[in-house]
């Protein structure tokens, strides 16, 4: 995973799999795990589970297919992102702010929006 982008593509991927996961298989999630959570290459994993690396590379593409479609249909991630956004604004506003009551009331519903984006 050198190429450029490889960091961007290893931390969109991770955070598709912390939403789609359960709606995997459990090949897909196994492999998904031992290559983009694990770091193993692709010729490790082969070892692992005996079958070849082209195996094991058609099974993430279609995997990371997979998760993306989840994504363009239900858009989670999307969200998840519009929402850190918002809450990120949020607290550049408090920092701006003047009035105690009206503050203490925005970080009361900022530690709400943060709980309700946190991945379980």
């Given at each position: 995973?050198?190429?450029?982008?490889?960091?961007?593509?290893?931390?969109?991927i991770?955070?598709?799999?912390?939403?789609?996961?359960?709606?995997?298989?459990?090949?897909?999630?196994?492999?998904?795990?031992?290559?983009?959570?694990?770091?193993?290459?692709l010729?490790?994993?082969?070892?692992?589970?005996?079958?070849?690396?082209?195996?094991?590379?058609?099974?993430?593409?279609?995997?990371?297919?997979?998760?993306?479609?989840?994504?363009?249909?239900?858009?989670?991630?999307?969200?998840?992102?519009?929402?850190?956004?918002?809450?990120?604004?949020?607290?550049?506003?408090?920092?701006?702010?003047?009035?105690?009551?009206?503050?203490?009331?925005?970080?009361?519903?900022?530690?709400?929006?943060?709980?309700?984006?946190e991945?379980?």
């Amino acid at each position: 995973m050198s190429e450029p982008g490889a960091l961007e593509k290893t931390t969109r991927i991770n955070l598709l799999f912390d939403f789609y996961e359960s709606l995997l298989t459990d090949k897909q999630r196994t492999f998904l795990k031992y290559y983009f959570h694990d770091d193993y290459s692709l010729g490790e994993i082969a070892a692992e589970f005996e079958i070849s690396r082209q195996a094991i590379y058609e099974h993430i593409k279609r995997a990371q297919a997979v998760l993306e479609t989840y994504e363009q249909k239900l858009g989670l991630v999307a969200r998840h992102e519009k929402l850190i956004l918002l809450i990120d604004r949020l607290d550049e506003a408090l920092e701006a702010g003047q009035d105690e009551a009206a503050l203490s009331e925005l970080r009361g519903i900022a530690r709400g929006l943060r709980h309700a984006v946190e991945i379980e």
